[in-house]
């Protein structure tokens, strides 16, 4: 039986050797911190064995806005094309769906310095279930990056616009059972069940009046929004038990422009489909 010819080679003292694709990604990874404004502070991670290799949290200077993201960070050498798409695992995006906190899917140019980035969600939920209802049952399935969606400080502040909504997610619940409450109450008092109930549409009202970040986010869409004059109007009334000249007009106005802000709120997901469906710009992901 011939013997094998010894190679020189002990493999128990070869040093290791760094392949392409990890050098590839430590690159990416640090293009994209380059990337970052004095406003994105990068959390810790203890172990990136399961496709997160970064979480981020935005801040207004030296205030917290309470947006927290996750970023996956795919790094490759080669510059970007005209249309900047990737074929991503099916498994990938049923891991960033089971998350709650928003998951950015970013593509690096190593050779451009840039980052184009997505938001898995939303994509899953607007653009990948309307082009491919089955696509749970694929093994990958191509992810389209917006041109416009650069990681850079524009880029960023899209990115807090975009999941903004998502931050302030349970606090829209509470704005949406108060006002179901705050709405009973006000009726049933126009309705002539008596100035009491007026003390318990106070406190809803004044629950709804300490989700100010939540009620920032739509001050560009809801204009005169005025909730301490709807306060005063309703402890008047509370007083008197009537309302004064013209307060009905103020309390009905007061109340629909929250009734704005819950239609808005409750109707995102559908006005981000539509867009993503008819627009090439401004897409929500």
Do not use: C
Not at 195 to 214: G, N, P, W, Y
Request: charged content about 30%; proline content about 2%; aromatic content about 10%.
């Amino acid at each position: 039986m011939a013997k094998k010819k010894d190679s020189g080679v002990n493999e128990l003292t070869t040093l290791p050797k760094r392949i392409e694709a990890h050098r590839i990604d430590t690159q990416a990874v640090r293009v994209v911190r380059n990337k970052l404004t004095p406003d994105w502070l990068e959390r810790g991670l203890e172990d990136r064995d399961y496709g997160i290799d970064m979480m981020l949290e935005a801040f207004d200077g030296d205030r917290p806005t309470g947006v927290l993201i996750l970023f996956q960070i795919k790094g490759h050498a080669a510059s970007f094309k005209q249309e900047i798409s990737m074929s991503v695992p099916v498994k990938t995006l049923l891991y960033a769906r089971m998350f709650q906190t928003p998951f950015f899917l970013l593509t690096v140019s190593v050779a451009d310095d840039r980052a184009h980035f997505v938001w898995l969600q939303k994509y899953i939920n607007t653009r990948l279930t309307s082009e491919h209802k089955r696509w749970e049952r694929q093994e990958h399935v191509t992810v389209h990056f917006p041109r416009d969606n650069v990681l850079n400080g524009v880029g960023l502040e899209k990115i807090r616009s975009l999941v903004t909504y998502t931050a302030h997610r349970d606090a829209g619940i509470s704005f949406l059972a108060n006002l179901i409450w705050l709405k009973r109450y006000v009726d049933e008092f126009e309705s002539g069940a008596g100035k009491s109930v007026l003390e318990q549409a106070l406190v809803h009202l004044r629950e709804i009046e300490m989700l100010e970040k939540f009620l920032e986010t739509y001050e560009d869409h809801v204009e005169g929004l005025d909730l301490e004059l709807l306060r005063m109007t309703l402890d008047k009334a509370k007083s008197y038990g009537q309302y004064d000249y013209g307060d009905d007009k103020v309390v009905n106005d007061e109340m629909s422009r929250l009734s704005q802000i819950e239609l808005m709120f409750l109707s995102k997901d559908e006005v981000d489909a539509f867009v993503s469906e008819n627009s090439d710009k401004d897409l929500p992901y």
